[in-house]
């Protein structure tokens, strides 16, 4: 049922700059009733894929959809779905109510509909105020209004946490848990940051470059990539050799070690005892999301292409 | 549709832009009929004496002034949404971007009829008692001058379309407002002297609102050929549609910022 309202459906979409493909033939589909994390770098494509979904950029390939419906054929989207792009959607000479009392004009709702978002996201004492006072905070709060005016099914939310304090953040986080666990709402929320959203999100897509690396839900991601162990030994070649046949891959650690990923460290001890390699350290990691998030978008340790590397051809080529 | 009107006034009034521009038209009216009644007579001014039609003509004709002020509005009230991003909830509410640039085209070019008339009622408001002290026999009904007072409503009404049209097109505010004076002001006063050009003139948006609104007639400049006055309405009206849907055209295509 790719229509089911409220699904974000992305097929092969693609947006071309020039020469840049800053988006390049991502496909993903988000779910009603969870918080998906929609994570990668600066630069990435999230904000561009964003705008292609919402119908402000037109894509150079691909489509977008929301409840079986390209943004543009959805009749009156701002009950439908509600979006935060850069908290500067804004006229700097209009009050925060009378900017969502424009809206509520152009959605069909009720001029009080302003004062109860105002409310919910706790600007009711700046409601008479121009924008052009608000700090970043406010303005994202504003924003945010803005996008719950139409109680909308779907919220995409294009870094909201941007410029809030932490306790903002901490108030975000609770407030979009409860859209998807009470109300069922799609919320599809993008950070640069994994931590930002790390306890909000129940499944992420990751976006490194233009191109999606990774979707599915945290837990697995977590899981998938946990069991590495970290060697350090004085004959690799031979480790690796002893390793192979056993499903496992070795590739260059941290500090001169290894990281043996596939098999458990019991394994690797006792298959390095039999065959005589030498061990001069054995640690099991059980890797930080973090990691896991800088390792798969290809920014872990500063270094570009770390993510990259070929495991057990570089190996070999060690002294 | 409607709503898309209405949302476009709620813009409109939400914001002080709209009084500062009416306050703006009033007092170039003023202006307008003030120096006209002064300068009636006067062999420096070369306004002919106060009883000369073409004078009075020229003092109720005033209130054209605020064809500067609703284009500049029109302009800015379309540029502003790509100047503060509001183009993003706009076009998030209503995706179907011709219909939010047809509703301002209609939005604004009922703000400029409003404009004008407050300008007229306020011209024929200073004038009729002026006139009357200074012994001066004038009358509403007379020497053309209804016809001055409907042609320079229209006028007015129509540079909000043409405001409206021109920021659609160039959607950045400072080019679009300067650009469109210094046309108006400066550029087309010299096509219209320079040969080979100057028979294009009538054509142009002044040219086209000077039929309309005979101000050749009124000023005494009478020298250059002109439309019609109601042919030189249409074309004026189409100057503001032609761009209006250019722009809507490029607009579609392009990405909102």
Known sequence: MPDEPGRIVVSGLTKVFGTLRAVDDVSFTVEPGSVTGFLGPNGAGKTTTLRMVLGLATPTAGVATIGGLPYAQIPNPGRMVGAVLEATSFHPGRTARNHLRTYCVAAGLPDSRADEVLDQVGLADAARKTVRGFSLGMRQRLALATALLGDPRVLILDEPANGLDPEGIAWLRGFLRHLADSDKRTVLVSSHVLSEVEQTVDRVVILARGRLVRQGRLAELAADQSSAVLVRT????????????????????????????????????HEAWKAHVELHELTAVRSDLEQIFLDLTGNGNGNDTAGQVPATATVGGQP | MNTLIRTELRKLFTTKLWWGMLAGSLAFTTLGVVATILGAGNDQSGIPPLSAPSTQRQAFGSSGAALIFILIVGVIGMTTEFRHFTSRPTFLFEPRRGRVVAAKLVTYASLGLVYSVLCAALAVAIILPWLSAKGVDVSLGANGIPRTLITTVISVAIFGVVGVGLGVLVRNQIIAVIGGLAYLFVL??????????????????????????????????????????????????????LFAILGTALTVRRDIP
């Open chain 1, 234 to 269: 004085p004959s690799p070649d031979r480790l690796v050799e002893v390793l192979a046949p056993l499903g496992a891959t070795v590739e260059p650690g941290p500090d001169g070690g290894y990281r043996v990923l596939g098999v458990d460290p019991e394994v690797v001890g």
């Open chain 2, 188 to 241: 087309e006063p010299l096509i219209r002297v320079i040969p080979y050009v100057k028979d294009a003139y009538k054509f142009l948006p002044g040219g086209a609102n000077a039929a309309l609104t005979q101000a050749n007639a009124q000023t005494g400049q009478g020298s250059t050929d002109l439309l019609g006055t109601w042919t030189g309405g249409v074309v004026l009206v189409c100057w503001g549609l």
